[in-house]
């Protein structure tokens, strides 16, 4: 199911709109994507976005699974 959303995948960060290549392995192995079913979307988002992101929520006490 979540293949069949494969079609969805936008061609840059949802954040800084940089371009997103799927063919290109180092970015497809380095970016993040995250699929929500029920509403049939997918975003990625570059490292930097992902990880300014992450400290964000880090400074607000929100957990985001990679704290130890």
Not at 11 to 23: T, V
């Amino acid at each position: 199911q979540k293949l069949g959303l494969f079609d969805l995948m936008p061609e840059d960060c949802f954040i800084c709109h940089d371009k997103f290549d799927r063919k290109n392995k180092e970015m497809v192995n380095t970016w993040n994507v995250v699929v929500r079913e029920q509403e049939q979307s997918v975003k990625v988002y570059c490292p930097t976005c992902w990880n300014n992101a992450k400290k964000l929520l880090n400074q607000y006490g929100v957990k985001t699974g990679n704290e130890r």
